[in-house]
């Protein structure tokens, strides 16, 4: 099929949409009414041309007198109080999803569970023709979208586009897997072709981990391939690596040969600090993961980057898959007139992951389930189990070895070399089952993930939502198993209360037993939850140690092997 027919369809709510039966928006009866409506226009003029400018996707739908007319029997089997409400709004010449009013922009937000506000909020997109038609975006963008298979908008983009578009400071949070990354990348790059200015750095991405800001680096470049400036500048966006780093830092690179950066933010301060990267000039900051980055640990650091970015007509997003009250404080207090974006549930998991919680008793127990879901076919690769340290990540990686799985651990002692050796295995299947800390909780775009596997109940909330997306993405089913022992009492509360909000059949006694009380919410909030586990193994000591005879006795013949040849 070509590549621009694909493009006729509208706003992706069916598969990110977290609504329940009105989240396929294409089948509701006042779309269907839309579409034969539409059709029926279109049957008088299908032979018209669409304008060159308006037809950049080339999807010029027609619709089959004989589909138009079952259509308009269909509808007229319907309530005629809905067939004299329903108009063609729906639909554009050229058959993608427009959205012209603010009754089609409520219509569209109720079938994705979208939430937004703020002052004077601009309609969202329906289709990815309407950053031609719209926006006039340019066109070597549009055509890079369309190789990189982006063809229908998710909910998220829908409104963040337009939002970003319009020079918003925006607030977003929308489910883990929904295309958050595309939704700011894309007017960012377009806002940056568009201010044709070629010299100083424009844009800032800002992401927890190194993982995460190479991923959306990778997005960015897919996204501004050979898009130029001016004539003879390419649109330059780069990671803020270790060695482009030093190279700023002597002064190998100007600065001002970068239009959007993405980094850490400890490695950015580092750089600014020492003069070698000027941040006043930047248009657009975006905070991705941002309650990750205003919470404790981050904070001082993004304070210390929003005072570098002096621009007064800074314009700031913050986005995430989950929104904590204290992260809307923060944004209330650093943005002017903000819009605000929930998409679904902001204390929810994405609805496309199946979530189990397992009780085993005590440690032992956790070992035994694992093996038992090896055993029963449960345990489909590609499979990611999360810990809560990295002794225990260490710990679980050592045993799994020994049951021959196809197994590899990351945690914040491996240095960046390995770690991306060991994502780019598991990527491509060389690796079946990834072992890690909270090190790769978000955001991290795996394809496929089949499950998700906490092996320790993870502290928060937050941090539950964020490991389990690492599955379900982008439409996708998953399924995540939660492991917890008498000790995780507490701590697995705030889990059970994810799951309802999710839609996740919760038992009766796990819903009265869910209930916390103030002291205990307390106790969560100040931490207190961390429990003293019992380690991991089920070997006894005098096989581990013959194990470990085994393996020198072997490496000592390898090193004897070598020698003599
Ligand atoms: N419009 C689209 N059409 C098809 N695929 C898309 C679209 N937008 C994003 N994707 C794909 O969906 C996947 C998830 O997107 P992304 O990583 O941006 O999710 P996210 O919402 O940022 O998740 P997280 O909260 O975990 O960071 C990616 O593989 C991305 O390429």
Redesign the pocket.
Known sequence: MDIFQVLTRGA?VKRNGRSGGSADFSKTPVDQTAKSQAGSTKKADSDRQLTKELDFFRNKRTVQKAEAEAEINEVKQESEATETTVDSRFYSDSGSLRISSAQDAAELRKSYMGNVTGGDVPLPIGS?EDLVTRFKFDKRLISNLIE???????P??CEGIPMALQGRDVLAC??????????FVLPLLQQVIASRKTDGLKGLIISPTKE?AN?IFL?CTKLSNKIFLDKKRPLSVALLSKSLSAKLKNKIVSDKKYDIIISTPLRLIDVVKQEALDLSSVKHLIF??ADKLFDQTFVEQADSILASCRDPQLRKSM???TMPSGLEQIAQSIMLDPVRIIIGHKEAANSSIEQKLVFCGNEEGKLVAIRQLIQEGYFKPPVIIFLESITRAKALFHELLYDNLNVDVIHAERTQIQRAKIIERFRTGEIWCLICTDVLA????F?GVNLVINYDVPRSAQSYV?RI??TG??GREGTAITFYTKQDNLAVKPIINVMKQSGSEVAEWMDQFAKMTKREKEALKKGKSSIDRQQISTVPKMIKQKRRQREEMVEASKRRKALDT
């Open positions: 992706n990815f990189a298979h982006f063809t229908e908008p998710t998220i983009q929308a489910p883990t897997g929904s295309g958050k990354t595309l939704s995460l991923q997005e991705d993961e986005v995430s898959a978000r955001g991290v775009d394809k964020h997306g690492r993405r982008n």
